[in-house]
C-alpha cells in the first residue's frame, strides 16, 4: 500500500513481512509432522518515507514489537521481503549487517534496562564507537561522545560522561540512550515505546527533544507505541496493527477524527481523556472480550469474532480484508467499512 | 578517578561484609593461615623440613611419637621434655701423645619420666675412640660406652645411649636388683635411660622412681691418629615429650609438617578454585548465550563430566603418573570445572534477556565482546564466592588422594601427614597429636573459606538479582 | 473500645499521617503530614508522578508500608477507630479485607501460577472467617458473576486466563469479605486500553452496586477524569491540591499551578497540538526536600515568599483545598 506523500523518496519498504514463531511441538504431533506457529506478523506491507515519523500503534500482542526487531535484524523474517535504502535487506551476510547496524539504530522502551548498569554513560556511548570505529583515536571518540550528548541536550556532557545511568532521572536516561543511537550518525531509528516508562510530566519533553533532533539531522522515525494521544502528536503517518496484521494505515488526524476501522473506532472511543463530565457514566465500548492468542488466528478477517459489525463474508475461511485505500491519506483493511 | 571507584566499591563491600559475623571469622581465619605463611621461615624450627620430610636421617635426633610439650601441664607424671645441651666444658690434654678432648654436660633432670634417648654429637674426622661416662646426682657413676668409632666422609659422630648402652645399663640395675630379675630382661628392649634416671635400689628395674637433680655426663675423644679433628660437641637430650604438636612415629616435628602444609593447602584450594570457577563460568555463560544446539552439546559434555566420579579417576590417573602436585591440580581443575556450570547457565540465561543485551547486539556487538564485556562482569561476585567454597573443596580433594597414598612426595601437605599417620596406626596406638592437628587444619582452612563464600554470597547475591 | 468520632458522610479520615523511609543514605519522608478523609459512596483519585507517596499512602492505609518505611505518625480513621496502633495480627484478622482492601499495581502477577483460582481466593476467605467450604464456594461464585467471570473459571489456573480476566479474578478477591473501602493501585496501567475501558467500567458498576468507596491511586490524569469524583495531586509526598472531578477538569482548571502543568502534559487525543506541555526539571529528592513549597524550583509563578516558608493546605472554595501562596490568595 502506497501513498504518493510529497515526492519523497522511500527510505524503508516493508513487503508482505512475515515473522512466525514456532510453538513447541507435542509428542502427537511430532508423529503427524505438525507445526503450530504464533504468528506475531503475518503479512504485513508499508513504505517508510525519508524523513517522517511513522507510527505503529497497536495493542500489546499484536506485533509492532515484533515489527520493530525484524527491522532491526534482530529477529530473522520467516518471510516477505525488506527493502532499506533501494538495497534488499530481507536476509544479510555478516559484513554487510555490520554495515546496515550503522545505518539503523534503536530506542528501547526502558532507558535504563538498556544500559549495562556497570557501564558509565560514556563507556555506553562509546560501544557502538568501540563497534565500528575500532581505529578512531580515544580524544576522537570523546568529541563524538560529547557532541552527541550536546545534541540531545545533556548538558554539561563532560558531567554526564561520567555517570552512571542510575544516577539519572528516567527523562535523561532516556536522552543517554538517544545520544547512543545518534552517535554512529544513522539513517534511521526504530523507537520501541520511548516514553512509556517516564513520568507524565516529562514525557512530551523527551518527545520534543525527539523531534527536534529529527528535525536537525534529517532522520526517519519508525515510532512504535501503544498509545494513541503521543502517536497524534509524534507521527507523520500511522498504522493500527491488529493481530499481526495492519488494519488501518494514513494520516494521523484523519485516522483518529476519522476511523473507518471498527478496531481503530473502538480504541479510539477506549481512550481516557482528562475533560469533565465523564465519571460516574458507564462508557460505551463497542467490541467485547480480548485480543485473541497469535496461535488460534480466527479465519476470514481475524477481528470479526470482536467486531460488532461482522456478516457472513467476513468469516469465510482464507479471505482476509487487504489494506483499501480510500483516497485522502488513509486506508483501511475491512470488507465493510463503506457500510458502517 | 577509576582507583577511587574501586576503593568506593571496596569500602562498600567491606561495610557490607562487616555485618557478616561468619565472614569476618573466615577472614580472622585466613589472616591467621597467611601470617603463618609469611613467618614460616622464623616458626620453623627445621628449616629444611620442607625438602626432608622424607629424609630419615633429618629427623633422627628427635623422639619418637613424643607427645607435645604442653600436655605435661595436663598429666601427673611430668615427662623429660628435649633439649639439646650445647656449650659444654670443653678440655683438651694430651696423654702420651694421643690427643684427648673432654666434653663435661651438666644435665638437670627434673621430670618423673626419664628421656627417651641421650646423645652426644660431634663433628670432625678420622677413628676416635669415645669414652662416655654418666655421674648421677647419688654419686654413682656409670662408663656407659667405650667405643671407636670411624667418621668416615660424612664428618660426623653420633652416639646414643639407647642404642649403644643397653647392657651397661642391665649392668648397673643387677647391683641393685635380684639376679632373677636382670636375667629375665631382653636387651633389645631396655631402654637403658630408664634404669639411668632411676633410684638404685631394689625393685628398681619394675618401679623405676625417678632421681631428681644434676646429672654429669663426659665424654672423652682420644684421637688415635694425628690428623683425627673432633669439635663442636654437644649432648641432645631427647625428652619424651617434644615441641608444639609432638612427634610422628618417624620422629618428625608434626609441627613443621602442618606450618610447612599450609602454603600447599591455600596453593592448592586457590589455584584449583580460581582456575576452575573462571573455566566453569565461561563455559556455563557461553553454553547460555549460544543457547538451542549447542548449548544442547554444550550441556551433554558437562553431564559426562558431572557424572564421571572425580575420586576413581585420580587415584589411576595419580597411580599411572607420578603423582606432583601440579599434575593434581590439573587433574582437578578438569572435574571441579563442572561445579558452578549449571548456576551460571541459569543465570546467563535471566541476564541473557536484558534489554541492554538486545541492546548491544543492536548496535552489532559481537558475540565475544557481549559475553566478556556485558555477561561475565555481572557473574563475578557469584564467582569469587563460589571460589571461596571450592577452596575448600579442592584442599579435601587432595588430603584424600594423598590418603591413599597418592600425593605429591617432595612436599608435605596435611593430607600426606593424615594418610602416614594411618598407615602407622596412629589412630590405634593412641598418637592422637598426629591425626588431630592435620584433621584440624584442613577443616579450618575449609571452614575459613566457607565462612568467607558465604558471607560474599549472601552480599552479593541479593544485588545482584535486586538490580 | 472508645469509638473515634468522624463526620457521618466520611469512611475513612486520615490525619497528619507522616510515612518515612530510614534508608542507609538518610531519612526520606515518603509522605510528610498528610491529612484527607474519604466520603462514602465515592471515588477518591490520588495522582501524581512517580516517587510522590501515592502507593506509599495507599499501603499506609492498609498499615502495611513497605519494609523499611513505617508509620512514623498520624492516624488512619475506619469507622471509628485508629488502625495505626493496632498489631499487625489483629490487623490481618479484623481490619484488612474486611474493612479495607487492595488492588494491587500489576495484581495480575500477584496470583500464585500453581494455584488453581479457587485455592487463591479460598486462602484469604479461611483465614478471615469462620465460614464451611460451601459457604465460601458460592460466595466466590457470587463475586465472580459481579465482576463478569463464570464459575468455571474456578477450576483454572492463572495462566490461563486473560490479562483482564486475571485482573477480575483480583478485584473479586479484594471485594470478597465485603469491606468499605477499597484501595485500588494502577489497577489498569498493564492493562489494553480496550481492556482498560471494560475494567474501569466494571468498578463503576460496583460502587453503584455494593456502595463501595474507592481510592483510585493512578498517574494518569486522564483516568482519574473518568473514574474519580474527587482529585488528590500529590507531589514529593505533599498534597498540592483536593478537588472535585469539575473543579479540576472543568473549564476553570485546577487551581494549583502543578495540576495545571500536569493536566497540559497530558496528551488529549481529540485536540490537533503543535506543541505538547511539559514541566522542566525532575521531581525533588526526598532526602533533601527543597525549602518552602516543594515545587516552587519549577513553578512558573513562584515568588520570593515560596522558597521560604511551606504552603498550608486551605480550602479556597467548598470541597476545594489547595497549597499554594499564590494561588490560595
Known amino acids: 500500500m502506497n501513498y504518493e506523500n510529497g515526492k519523497k523518496e522511500n527510505i524503508y519498504e516493508i513487503k508482505n513481512l512475515q515473522k512466525w514463531f514456532p510453538v513447541r511441538r507435542t509428542m502427537k504431533e511430532y508423529l503427524n509432522k505438525e507445526q503450530r506457529y504464533i504468528k506475531a506478523v503475518d503479512g504485513i506491507t508499508f513504505n517508510i518515507k525519508r524523513g517522517e515519523i511513522f507510527g505503529l500503534v497497536g495493542e500489546s500482542g499484536c506485533g509492532k514489537t515484533t515489527t520493530g526487531k525484524l527491522l532491526m535484524k534482530l529477529l530473522e523474517p520467516t518471510g516477505g521481503e525488506l527493502v532499506f535504502n533501494g538495497k534488499e535487506v530481507t536476509h544479510l551476510n555478516h559484513s554487510s549487517l555490520e554495515d546496515y547496524r550503522t545505518k539503523v539504530q534503536m530506542i528501547f522502551q526502558d532507558p535504563y534496562a538498556s544500559m549495562n548498569p556497570r557501564f558509565k554513560i560514556r563507556d555506553v556511548l562509546e560501544e557502538p564507537l568501540l563497534i565500528h570505529m575500532k581505529n578512531e583515536e580515544r580524544i576522537k571518540r570523546t568529541e563524538r561522545i560529547k557532541k552527541a550528548l550536546a545534541e540531545v541536550r545533556l548538558q554539561p556532557p563532560e558531567e554526564f560522561m561520567e555517570r552512571f545511568p542510575h544516577m539519572l532521572s528516567g527523562g535523561q536516561r532516556q536522552r543517554a540512550a538517544t545520544a547512543r543511537s545518534l552517535i554512529l550518525n544513522p539513517d534511521m531509528i526504530v523507537a520501541d515505546e520511548p516514553v512509556s516508562m517516564i513520568d507524565l510530566s516529562t514525557r512530551a519533553e523527551i518527545l520534543h527533544m525527539m523531534k527536534s533532533v529529527q528535525r536537525d539531522l534529517g532522520l526517519t522515525y519508525l515510532y512504535i507505541t501503544h498509545d494513541l494521544s503521543t502517536a497524534r502528536y509524534f507521527t507523520d503517518t500511522i498504522a493500527v496493527m491488529y493481530l499481526g496484521r495492519i488494519v488501518e494505515m494514513g494520516d494521523p488526524d484523519e485516522v483518529i477524527d476519522n476511523p473507518l476501522h471498527p478496531y481503530t473506532k473502538a480504541l479510539i472511543t477506549a481512550v481516557c481523556e482528562p475533560v469533565a463530565g465523564k465519571v460516574n457514566r458507564i462508557k460505551e465500548v463497542p467490541i467485547k472480550g480480548e485480543v485473541p492468542s497469535a496461535m488460534r488466528i480466527p479465519s476470514g478477517c481475524r477481528f470479526h469474532p470482536r467486531c460488532p459489525y461482522a456478516e457472513e463474508k467476513c468469516m469465510i475461511p482464507g479471505i482476509q480484508p487487504e489494506l483499501e485505500d480510500t483516497g485522502r491519506r488513509h486506508s483501511v483493511a475491512c470488507f465493510r467499512f463503506k457500510e458502517i | 578517578m577509576k582507583i577511587i571507584d574501586l576503593k568506593n566499591a571496596l569500602s562498600d563491600f567491606w561495610k557490607e561484609f562487616r555485618k557478616v559475623k561468619s565472614g569476618i571469622f573466615g577472614l580472622f581465619l585466613f589472616a591467621l593461615f597467611l601470617i603463618l605463611i609469611i613467618f614460616e621461615p622464623a616458626l620453623l624450627q627445621f628449616p629444611e623440613a620442607n625438602n626432608r620430610w622424607r629424609d630419615i636421617s633429618y629427623w633422627e635426633n628427635n623422639p619418637k611419637s613424643a607427645p607435645p610439650e604442653w600436655t605435661n601441664f595436663f598429666s601427673s607424671k611430668k615427662s623429660s621434655t628435649s633439649s639439646v645441651l650445647e656449650s659444654p666444658e670443653e678440655k683438651d690434654s694430651n696423654m702420651g701423645g694421643l690427643r684427648m678432648k673432654e666434653y663435661t654436660f651438666i644435665y638437670n633432670y627434673d621430670f618423673d619420666l626419664p628421656p627417651q634417648d641421650i646423645i652426644f654429637m660431634a663433628e670432625g674426622n678420622g677413628d676416635p675412640m669415645v669414652l662416655l661416662s654418666f655421674t648421677r646426682p647419688d654419686g654413682e657413676s656409670i662408663d656407659l660406652i667405650q667405643k671407636n668409632y670411624t667418621l668416615g666422609d660424612a664428618g660426623r659422630l653420633r652416639i646414643s645411649t639407647e642404642k649403644d648402652s643397653k647392657l651397661e645399663a642391665i649392668d648397673f640395675a643387677s647391683g641393685y636388683e635380684e639376679y632373677s630379675v636382670t636375667d629375665k630382661l631382653d636387651p633389645s628392649l631396655v631402654n637403658p635411660n630408664e634404669i639411668l634416671f632411676s633410684k638404685a635400689e631394689k625393685g628398681m628395674i619394675k618401679s623405676k622412681i625417678p632421681l631428681k637433680g644434676e646429672y654429669i655426663l663426659k665424654a672423652t675423644v ?233 558471607a560474599m554470597d549472601k552480599i552479593l547475591h541479593p544485588k545482584l538479582r535486586t538490580r | 473500645m472508645d469509638k473515634i468520632k468522624m463526620d457521618e458522610k466520611n469512611v475513612l479520615e486520615v490525619k497528619n499521617l507522616k510515612l518515612y523511609y530510614n534508608t542507609s543514605m538518610g531519612q526520606v519522608k515518603a509522605v510528610d503530614d498528610i491529612s484527607f478523609f474519604l466520603r462514602k459512596g465515592e471515588t477518591l483519585g490520588l495522582v501524581g508522578e512517580s516517587g510522590c507517596g501515592k502507593t506509599t499512602t495507599g499501603t499506609a492505609l492498609l498499615n502495611m508500608p513497605t519494609p523499611p518505611g513505617y508509620i512514623a505518625g498520624g492516624q488512619i480513621i475506619i469507622d471509628g477507630e485508629d488502625i495505626v496502633p493496632i498489631p499487625e495480627k489483629e490487623i490481618r484478622k479484623r481490619i484488612r479485607w474486611e474493612k479495607i482492601s487492595m488492588i494491587f499495581q500489576g495484581a495480575m502477577n500477584c496470583l500464585t501460577p500453581v494455584y488453581t483460582i479457587e485455592k487463591i481466593m479460598m486462602e484469604t476467605l479461611r483465614e478471615h472467617r469462620d465460614m464451611t467450604k460451601d459457604e465460601a464456594y458460592d460466595r466466590m461464585v457470587k463475586y465472580l458473576n459481579l465482576v463478569g467471570l463464570p464459575e468455571h473459571i474456578l477450576k483454572k489456573y492463572p495462566h490461563e486466563l486473560s490479562g483482564g480476566m486475571k485482573q477480575r479474578v483480583v478485584i473479586a478477591t479484594g471485594l470478597f469479605l465485603e469491606p468499605k473501602v477499597i484501595v485500588c493501585d494502577e489497577p489498569t496501567t498493564a492493562l489494553d486500553v480496550v481492556v482498560q475501558a471494560q475494567i474501569i467500567n466494571l468498578l463503576k458498576d460496583l460502587k453503584e452496586k455494593l456502595d463501595l468507596s474507592f481510592i483510585f491511586i493512578t498517574h494518569d490524569l486522564a483516568t482519574e477524569a473518568e473514574v474519580s469524583d474527587r482529585i488528590q495531586v500529590m507531589y514529593a509526598g505533599k498534597i498540592a491540591e483536593i478537588g472535585t472531578n469539575l473543579q479540576v477538569y472543568g473549564p476553570q482548571g485546577p487551581a494549583h499551578p502543578y495540576t495545571r502543568r500536569l493536566l497540559s502534559a497530558t496528551p488529549k487525543l481529540h485536540e490537533k497540538v503543535e506543541e505538547l506541555a511539559f514541566i522542566p526539571g525532575t521531581p525533588p529528592d526526598l532526602l533533601e526536600p527543597p525549602t518552602g513549597c516543594r515545587f516552587h524550583l519549577r513553578c512558573d509563578v513562584s515568588m520570593p515568599q515560596c522558597r521560604l516558608e511551606e504552603p498550608p493546605l486551605v480550602e479556597i472554595e467548598p470541597d476545594h483545598y489547595i497549597s499554594c501562596w499564590r494561588c490560595s490568595r
Open chain 2, 222 to 454: 682420644i684421637m688415635q691418629n694425628e690428623n683425627d679433628i673432633v669439635k663442636n660437641g654437644k649432648l641432645i637430650i631427647t625428652g619424651r615429650v617434644f615441641g608444639v604438636l609432638g612427634t610422628d612415629s618417624y620422629k618428625r616435628d608434626l609441627w613443621t609438617g602442618v606450618l610447612a602444609g599450609i602454603k600447599w593447602a591455600l596453593l592448592i584450594g586457590i589455584l584449583t578454585a580460581i582456575i576452575s570457577v573462571s573455566l566453569g563460568v565461561v563455559y556455563g555463560v557461553i553454553s547460555a548465550y549460544l543457547g538451542g544446539f549447542w548449548d544442547t552439546v554444550m550441556m551433554r559434555i558437562f553431564e559426562i563430566f558431572v557424572s564421571v566420579p572425580l575420586l576413581p579417576v585420580l587415584i589411576v590417573m595419580s597411580a599411572v603418573f607420578k603423582p606432583s602436585i601440579w599434575t593434581l591440580i590439573l587433574m582437578m581443575c578438569i572435574f571441579f570445572w563442572v561445579g558452578p556450570v549449571r548456576t551460571v547457565r541459569s543465570m546467563a540465561m535471566q541476564i541473557r534477556e536484558e534489554t541492554y543485551i538486545e541492546a548491544s547486539r543492536a548496535l552489532g556487538a559481537s558475540h565475544a565482546r557481549i559475553i566478556f564485556k556485558h555477561m561475565i562482569p555481572l557473574l563475578i561476585p557469584y564467582s569469587f564466592a563460589s571460589m571461596a567454597i571450592y577452596i575448600p573443596g579442592a584442599i579435601v580433594y587432595e588430603a584424600t588422594v594423598s590418603l591413599l597414598g597418592l600425593g605429591d612426595a617432595n612436599i608435605v601437605t596435611w593430607g600426606q601427614i593424615l594418610s602416614d599417620a594411618l598407615n602407622s596406626g596412629a589412630v590405634l596406638n593412641g598418637i592422637w597429636w598426629w591425626v588431630v592437628p592435620p584433621g584440624l587444619s584442613i577443616a579450618l582452612m575449609g571452614m575459613a573459606f566457607a565462612f568467607i563464600g558465604f
